[in-house]
Nanobody
Framework: HVQLVESGGGSVQAGGSLRLSCTAS????????VAWFRQVPGKAREGVAA???????KYADSVKDRFTISKDNAKNTLYLEMNNLTPDDTAVYLC??????????????????????WGQGTQVTVSS
């Protein structure tokens, strides 16, 4: 079981940028999937961006061309670079790793119920 700790959240004005980090207690080199999700009260957890084991990235349409997911295997750390933020991006951002191998496919990369390991989240607030 991998423990995940997010950091980098905060409050910014619309148009601003933030970089989130997610540090894992163990290696993420062999993880079949690593991802960022976000959640606002009363709504389902939304997939934001993910990286599959082959290195391909997948993004939600709402963040394409604004957010970039990356990982540093040597540091066991996942990143989310967020640019041109809008108030609609306000949420708790959580990182997650590992989809059960039998369930792993491209279409499930941004589906929260498929993930095994979760961090506690970091708050991002964007003001207009």
């Amino acid at each position: 079981h991998v423990q995940l700790v997010e950091s980098g959240g905060g409050s910014v004005q619309a148009g601003g940028s933030l970089r989130l980090s997610c540090t894992a207690s163990g290696s993420i080199v062999g993880a079949n999937s690593v991802a960022w999700f976000r959640q606002v009260p009363g709504k389902a957890r939304e997939g934001v961006a993910a990286i599959a084991i082959d290195g391909k990235s997948k993004y939600a349409d709402s963040v394409k061309d604004r957010f970039t997911i990356s990982k540093d295997n040597a540091k066991n750390t996942l990143y989310l670079e967020m640019n041109n933020l809008t108030p609609d991006d306000t949420a708790v951002y959580l990182c997650a790793t590992h989809i059960r191998p039998a369930r792993m496919n491209w279409w499930r990369l941004l589906q929260a119920p498929e993930y095994i390991n979760w961090g506690q989240g970091t708050q991002v607030t964007v003001s207009s």
